[in-house]
């Protein structure tokens, strides 16, 4: 069975051979032209993501199970009683780019032709907006011109705001193939953090964080006075003086203050970019998550644009989507500024939508965007909102705000996959959908790229399909004509019979040649880039080819810059704090934090800093630390990074109230939004540290995943048998045990002396809690004592062992760097002190790095560390 990853928005297909209800063999679909094969870390554990443990079965009410009927009920009046008292824009949809284009499709079109507000926003707010202002504002459409074969044509490829060999790997990895097979090709990386992908990297611009549109706009400038200017593009073109002459104060000189980088660095990155025609940029949420986050794209845009560099086979400006179907989402118009397929809030669509769709009314005017649904929902005048496929709570800005907000929330919908989220604690309704591997539809890449995700395990529970759920309530709110699908492939063609609707090539989202697939021919369709129309019936790869754009002169737009503002720190918060991603997590860990083997590369809640700051604010590597700005605290392991620039930290997005006490970072950030996008700076914000004291450090094995109390820290891996809390408290650790687990039925094996304290409980020779601590972190064997979880040593001298917390003779693995492998940074260092010098060496020897390669960057890391130190 093939179908499509459901993390990032590379969108590889997969090949899946189902075992058995709860796990499937997972290998990459070689003839998916997004991955030819290939699959990250994530892609490849998906089998491991199948299990029911945690699902949402059935649908609740107030805390209450009820029948499906019985919760489609209460939503819909819900909803009916709210819209009748205080009208519809009253009541609001908060969505995801994880939903498919169908459930995407219902929804958009049930709140903006029917209930008839556009209060229906989504988490591609927090990702994507940016991108679409820049893109509607260059080019008349929200159209990405290039393509994955594009990475093999470049000369040079800019990568800027993206960690891509952690957020993107696929799409990185080929980047690194094409690298090995033309060396020539130069790749500039721009991130304030020196990440993984900049081991790809030929030239690094560390700018100041914020800095990016004056990069670009002294770009811009460069051209101009070096000869960079395609003049025949010229034509094409409007607004080029302005932008030109608001361009021109930034020179050399101020443009390297205002970025804080040498001259030397930005000339080389102007050079190379004005030296060749295929010139490819690549970007992410550096660019997009940022009070300029629209200016930002535009800045980017404007320089391919003068110079001629857009449409063209290796060349272009290319925004890479972060979720499986962001690109969907804005196809069907999920954002509360579009309508759908591609339409605006003018008369002429308003009406034309309207007349498609048969609706007794048509939102004719904007609807909230994310921030600002959520601040109506806290003044009241949102009364109901239905969240689905998303965990607000964890990953909006100003993050006890939103826990207000929904807790004073009159009528709160959540539909998902999982029972207990950070978000469903609000839930007054709560709806259990089918996740990937159960549902069926299609998605949208970053490339343009149609693909499919099929079904291929039963339905568990009650769950059913997001597009089902909408159209049901729909029906029950007297809807049923037009909600009346029976089939997914029935919505693809209503939605792809819409792009082409009355479009004469005005709108560039078009799919019409799709729209008269029958069933079989949606079920079996394979991986096709849009449009796809009468001009091009097997799909477009790049656009804009013959320099036609899509506003109504058939020119592309410069937008002029405009003076950035950028988040500052002052006194008391004098440290900036950057957030994003690492490697083998997913957002709220939903997924992938219930899978032990990619909670292995990081498992715990961290906060980097560099090692001179470290310094000078007492917070060694390996304590534990408390990051406050003026909208909360949260708590997390100190990490130390040379990579990072001085008085910046770096946070990572994904810890949240399931996983840990307090250190989702969402509680930090402040909801400043882009103006023009609504987009928040989740990347920029003022905070301080100090260290956080614990009289005592331990680590708990038990067999639930009960959440402890009353610590100062706690941080939650799941292991295979077992769930592995690391911990830090006050007064005597003995005394919290006792509190925390009952232990009077239980056989126990005690070792006390000084601070130390460790215990662990057996029942019937099973082993039930292991607890280890001291005043500080003790160091243990966890491979040893997880696998003491499913296999109980019988031995005296083994369970002396385990009481000691290290096996009694083998190597210790530790922090695990090849999840793919499983292999630790100490077997590593091991190897490289018996002779391997290269990451091939290790491969060959330990397989490490031979599978998805994302973990390349952090051997060459270890291995140049240990010849420094051997030199
Ligand atoms: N492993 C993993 N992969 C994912 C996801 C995931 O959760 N986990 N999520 C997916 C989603 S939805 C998204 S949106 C993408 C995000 O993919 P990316 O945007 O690549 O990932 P981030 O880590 O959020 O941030 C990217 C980089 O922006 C840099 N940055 C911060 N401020 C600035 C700045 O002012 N200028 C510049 N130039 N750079 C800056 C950060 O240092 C960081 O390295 O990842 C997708 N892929
Ligand atoms: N500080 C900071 N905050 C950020 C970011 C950052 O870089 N820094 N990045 C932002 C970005 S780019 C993004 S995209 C967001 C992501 O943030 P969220 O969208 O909030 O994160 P997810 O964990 O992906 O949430 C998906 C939810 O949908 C559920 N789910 C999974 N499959 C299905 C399904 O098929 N149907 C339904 N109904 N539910 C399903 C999951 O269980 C989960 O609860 O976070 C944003 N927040
Ligand atoms: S690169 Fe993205 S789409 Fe591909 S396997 Fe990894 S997470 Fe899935
Ligand atoms: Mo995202």
């Known amino acids: 069975?093939?179908?499509?990853?459901?993390?990032?928005?590379?969108?590889?297909?997969?090949?899946?051979?189902?075992?058995?209800?709860?796990?499937?063999?997972?290998?990459?679909?070689?003839?998916?032209?997004?991955?030819?094969?290939?699959?990250?870390?994530?892609?490849?554990?998906?089998?491991?993501?199948?299990?029911?443990?945690?699902?949402?079965?059935?649908?609740?009410?107030?805390?209450?199970?009820?029948?499906?009927?019985?919760?489609?009920?209460?939503?819909?009046?819900?909803?009916?009683?709210?819209?009748?008292?205080?009208?519809?824009?009253?009541?609001?949809?908060?969505?995801?780019?994880?939903?498919?284009?169908?459930?995407?499709?219902?929804?958009?079109?049930?709140?903006?032709?029917?209930?008839?507000?556009?209060?229906?926003?989504?988490?591609?707010?927090?990702?994507?907006?940016?991108?679409?202002?820049?893109?509607?504002?260059?080019?008349?459409?929200?159209?990405?011109?290039?393509?994955?074969?594009?990475?093999?044509?470049?000369?040079?490829?800019?990568?800027v705001g993206s960690n891509a060999a952690w957020a993107h790997p696929v799409a990185y990895q080929r980047l690194v193939k094409a690298k090995q097979q033309r060396p020539e090709m130069q790749v500039i990386v721009i991130d304030p953090r020196r990440t993984a992908t900049c081991d790809l990297a030929d030239l690094h611009l560390a700018l100041r964080p914020g800095s990016d549109s004056v990069l670009f706009a002294g770009l811009l400038n460069w051209l101009v006075e070096n000869n960079g200017v395609d003049t025949r593009m010229l034509a094409h073109l409007a607004d080029v003086e302005p932008a030109l002459l608001a361009a021109r104060e930034w020179d050399l000189a101020r443009v390297a203050a205002h970025c804080d980088l040498e001259p030397e660095q930005v000339t080389a990155f102007w050079q190379l970019f004005t030296s060749s025609q295929r010139v490819l940029t690549l970007w992410c949420m550096g660019v997009n998550q940022s009070v300029s986050g629209s200016d930002n794209n535009n800045a980017i845009i404007n320089a391919h644009l003068l110079s001629g560099k857009v449409g063209l086979p290796g060349s272009g400006p290319f925004s890479l989507t972060g979720q499986p179907n962001a690109m969907g989402g804005r196809e069907v118009g999920g954002l509360?500024?579009?309508?759908?397929?591609?339409?605006?809030?003018?008369?002429?669509?308003?009406?034309?939508?309207?007349?498609?769709?048969?609706?007794?009314?048509?939102?004719?005017?904007?609807?909230?965007?994310?921030?600002?649904?959520?601040?109506?929902?806290?003044?009241?005048?949102?009364?109901?909102?239905?969240?689905?496929?998303?965990?607000?709570?964890?990953?909006?800005?100003?993050?006890?705000?939103?826990?207000?907000?929904?807790?004073?929330?009159?009528?709160?919908?959540?539909?998902?996959?999982?029972?207990?989220?950070?978000t469903s604690a609000f839930a007054d309704i709560l709806l259990p959908a089918l996740g990937w591997g159960e549902k069926n539809g299609t998605v949208t890449n970053s490339e343009r790229r149609i693909s499919r995700q099929r079904a291929f395990a039963a339905a568990p529970g009650d769950a059913k399909p997001d597009w089902w759920l909408l159209a049901q309530v729909a029906q029950r709110l007297g809807f049923a004509a037009a909600f009346g699908w029976t089939h997914p492939a029935q919505i693809f063609r209503e939605h792809a019979a819409l792009s082409g609707f009355e479009n004469h090539g005005q709108r560039a989202f078009d799919i019409s040649g799709?729209?008269?697939?029958?069933?079989?021919?949606?079920?079996?369709?394979?991986?096709?880039?849009?449009?796809?129309?009468?001009?091009h019936p097997d799909g477009c790869a790049r656009l804009f080819s013959d320099r036609r754009f899509f506003h109504p002169d058939g020119k592309a737009r410069l937008l002029p810059f405009a003076e950035t503002k950028t988040v500052t720190v002052n006194r008391d918060y004098p440290l900036l704090m950057n957030t994003g991603r690492v490697r083998d997590q997913w957002h709220t860990m939903t997924r992938t934090g219930a899978v032990p083997r990619l909670m292995q590369h990081c498992d715990e809640p961290f906060v980097a800093l560099h090692p001179q700051d470290a310094i000078a604010y007492g917070l060694p590597a390996g304590t534990l630390a408390r990051v406050q700005s003026v909208h909360g605290w949260i708590t997390a392991r100190v990490t130390h990074d040379s990579g990072l620039r001085r008085g910046e930290l770096f946070v990572p997005m994904h810890w949240n109230r399931q996983f840990s006490q307090q250190s989702n970072v969402d509680m930090l950030v402040a909801a400043l939004c882009c103006p023009a996008s609504g987009q928040p700076a989740l990347k920029q914000?003022?905070?301080?540290?100090?260290?956080?004291?614990?009289?005592?450090?331990?680590?708990?094995?038990?067999?639930?995943?009960?959440?402890?109390?009353?610590?100062?820290?706690?941080?939650?891996?799941?292991?295979?048998?077992?769930?592995?809390?690391?911990?830090?408290?006050?007064?005597?650790?003995?005394?919290?045990?006792?509190?925390?687990?009952?232990?009077?039925?239980?056989?126990?094996?005690?070792?006390?002396?000084?601070?130390d304290y460790r215990l662990l409980a057996w029942r019937n020779g099973a082993l039930q809690l292991a607890f280890y601590a001291a005043s500080r972190l003790p160091h243990l064997d966890h491979a040893f004592i997880t696998a003491a979880f499913q296999a109980a040593p019988t031995r005296a001298i083994d369970r002396h062992s385990l009481l000691a917390g290290q096996a009694a003779q083998g190597d210790?693995?530790?922090?695990?760097?090849?999840?793919?492998?499983?292999?630790?940074?100490?077997?590593?260092?091991?190897?490289?002190?018996?002779?391997?010098?290269?990451?091939?060496?290790?491969?060959?020897?330990?397989?490490?790095?031979?599978?998805?390669?994302?973990?390349?960057?952090?051997?060459?890391?270890?291995?140049?560390?240990?010849?420094?130190?051997?030199?």
């Open 1 to 159: 069975m093939k179908t499509t990853c459901p993390y990032c928005g590379v969108g590889c297909g997969v090949s899946v051979t189902p075992q058995g209800d709860e796990q499937a063999q997972v290998a990459g679909d070689l003839q998916h032209p997004a991955n030819f094969g290939r699959l990250c870390v994530k892609g490849a554990a998906l089998g491991e993501t199948l299990k029911k443990d945690g699902r949402l079965l059935y649908p609740q009410v107030n805390q209450q199970r009820v029948s499906m009927d019985a919760a489609l009920e209460a939503t819909a009046n819900g909803l009916r009683e709210i819209i009748e008292q205080h009208g519809p824009q009253a009541v609001a949809f908060y969505g995801s780019g994880q939903l498919l284009t169908e459930d995407y499709y219902v929804a958009n079109k049930l709140m903006k032709g029917f209930i008839g507000a556009a209060n229906i926003d989504t988490n591609s707010r927090l990702c994507m907006a940016s991108a679409v202002v820049g893109y509607k504002r260059a080019f008349g459409a929200d159209a990405v011109p290039c393509c994955y074969e594009d990475f093999e044509r470049a000369d040079v490829v800019i990568l």
């Open 336 to 422: 509360a500024n579009q309508l759908a397929a591609h339409m605006n809030f003018n008369d002429a669509d308003c009406d034309r939508l309207q007349r498609f769709w048969q609706s007794p009314t048509i939102a004719r005017q904007p609807g909230l965007t994310a921030v600002k649904l959520f601040d109506a929902i806290e003044r009241g005048d949102v009364k109901a909102v239905w969240i689905m496929g998303t965990n607000p709570a964890v990953s909006m800005p100003e993050g006890n705000r939103i826990a207000q907000a929904l807790a004073k929330c009159p009528l709160v919908i959540v539909s998902d996959v999982l029972a207990q989220t950070d």
């Open 514 to 535: 799709l729209a008269q697939l029958s069933d079989d021919g949606w079920d079996k369709l394979r991986p096709i880039q849009w449009p796809v129309n009468a001009q």
């Open 685 to 755: 914000t003022a905070v301080r540290i100090q260290p956080l004291r614990a009289d005592w450090q331990g680590w708990l094995w038990q067999r639930s995943d009960q959440a402890p109390k009353n610590l100062r820290y706690w941080a939650r891996a799941p292991q295979q048998g077992a769930q592995r809390f690391v911990l830090g408290g006050e007064g005597s650790a003995s005394n919290w045990l006792a509190s925390h687990s009952d232990l009077t039925s239980m056989q126990l094996q005690v070792a006390e002396g000084g601070q």
């Open 812 to 871: 210790v693995a530790g922090r695990i760097i090849c999840s793919c492998f499983s292999v630790g940074e100490q077997t590593i260092l091991n190897a490289v002190a018996q002779g391997c010098r290269s990451t091939q060496a290790l491969g060959a020897k330990l397989k490490c790095g031979t599978n998805c390669g994302s973990c390349i960057p952090e051997l060459k890391q270890l291995l140049s560390s240990c010849v420094t130190e051997e030199s």
